[in-house]
């Protein structure tokens, strides 16, 4: 009897904390949306774009299998990262981005390598981490507005945001260690 009683505490302990996470997610994510410059029916949009791209690589045997590919798409706007083995498939890859409803415009970052070890994509999510912090830090810039990828050192920044501020992102990015190269792919408001 008091073993079936802890299972079930435990049980009941971990199911609130997934809807602890789950609610965390959605305010986040509400509040993302709430301060993003894009309409919500474009966010919509883009999330849709990114979908069916990503849905049309995991169909994809060779690139599902022999590519690591990114995409982000801000206001139609597609911007595709990662490494793909060969220029056939970085190229099949870009085809299949092109053939996607709503995107009016890719910007082609696929390097031709092996994909990135483990080690790297950690590194490459810690630089994200201190690029949006040191955004954020920012008196001038509103952070919530620049989407920063990252991807082998080097740091792509969209968004929609006016051209000063874009400028002072990129000085900002630039400064901090183990950025190798940044990317400026904004969107001037």
Avoid at 135 to 149: E, M, P, Q, R, W
């Amino acid at each position: 009897m008091k073993f079936s009683k802890l299972i079930f505490v435990l049980t009941s302990i971990a199911l609130l904390q997934g809807c602890v996470a789950a609610a965390g997610v959605a305010v986040v994510t509400g509040a993302s949306m709430a301060t993003d410059k894009r309409t919500f029916g474009k966010q919509i949009d883009d999330q849709g774009i990114e979908f069916n791209i990503a849905q049309k690589f995991s169909n994809h045997a060779a690139i599902s299998k022999q590519a690591n590919l990114s995409v982000v798409s801000i206001n139609g706007g597609v911007l595709v990262v990662g490494q793909a083995p060969t220029p056939h498939l970085r190229d099949e890859a870009i085809k299949l981005v092109n053939n996607v409803e709503g995107v009016s415009q890719v910007h082609n970052q696929i390097r031709i390598s092996n994909t990135t070890s483990i080690t790297t994509r950690t590194n490459d999510a810690w630089l994200t981490t201190k690029v949006k912090t040191n955004l954020f830090g920012s008196d001038t810039i509103d952070a919530t507005n620049v989407k920063v990828v990252t991807e082998n050192g080097e740091v792509f920044l969209m968004g929609l945001i006016a051209k000063e501020h874009a400028n002072e992102a990129v000085e900002i990015t630039r400064h901090i260690n183990g950025v190798n190269r940044v990317f400026k792919l904004f969107e001037y408001r």
